[in-house]
């Protein structure tokens, strides 16, 4: 879970913080029971790592519950845990600072090492708050050059757009042209066909004619070989 990276710091602070604070000489009887609530605490931190969104909003649920009923400083520190976690739906660092200061701002407890997490954890998030209002003045230009950057690059994929239809117009126009003309050279083409098929059954013709001409010619000079030699015979008799 990619929200939970910071912790891990926040753990080895705390884990340094305690062991600073606990007194050189405690009694044995002390100490094991401040030891076992901070490892209460640790491992329920551990243990919150590991769940599910899901399973962290039921959990959520739960803690907030028993927080209402018992009001104690674990059960406190731990719903604070709980609205601190980031990219959660619950997480409520505003409310968690209030828990916090409400608790810290109480009589002194004999929990000395819960306190000490308690203040550590307010330090830690007004930090976070300073942090993330120092920072707005950055964001603002960076979200502004973002959304410029946006503003263009959407002008540019409208214009894109806009030259790829014109293409897209002037291949139809091409095409339709072309097709156009190729449909006008075949016209041009079949006429020049008729006009080469004509032009040769003319031609066959005149070579018809001429041969005709020829034919009646020689007709005719036949006829007049004839009417000669008849003339020629009748004068012999």
Excluded at 29 to 43: C, D, I, N, P, S
Excluded at 85 to 113: I, M
Excluded at 207 to 226: A, F, G, T
Aim: glycine share 0%.
């Amino acid at each position: 879970m990619q929200h939970y990276r910071a912790w891990p710091v926040i753990v080895l602070l705390l884990t340094c913080m305690v062991s600073c604070t606990v007194p050189a000489q405690p009694t044995t009887v002390l100490a094991h029971v401040e030891e076992t609530e901070v490892e209460r605490f640790f491992q329920y931190f551990a243990r919150l790592r590991a769940l599910s969104p899901e399973a962290l909003q039921r959990e959520y649920a739960q803690q907030e519950s028993a927080f209402v009923h018992s009001r104690n400083a674990t059960d406190r520190l731990r719903l604070v845990l709980l609205l601190s976690l980031p990219g959660t739906d619950f997480a409520n660092a505003t409310h968690a600072r209030e828990l916090l200061q409400e608790y810290l701002s109480e009589p002194a407890q004999s929990q000395a090492q819960l306190r000490d997490i308690a203040a550590f954890l307010l330090t830690f998030s007004q930090n976070t708050a300073s942090a993330a209002v120092s920072s707005e003045p950055l964001v603002t230009p960076l979200q502004e050059a973002l959304h410029d950057q946006e503003r263009q690059l959407l002008a540019q994929q409208q214009l894109s757009k806009k030259l790829q239809t014109e293409l897209e117009a002037q291949k139809s126009l091409v095409h339709s042209l072309s097709k156009q003309l190729q449909e006008a050279l075949s016209d041009r083409e079949r006429q020049l066909l008729a006009q080469q098929q004509l032009s040769r059954k003319l031609q066959d013709e005149r070579k018809n004619v001429r041969r005709l001409q020829e034919k009646i010619e020689k007709i005719k000079d036949i006829e007049k070989s004839l009417i000669e030699k008849e003339h020629t015979n009748d004068k012999g008799t």
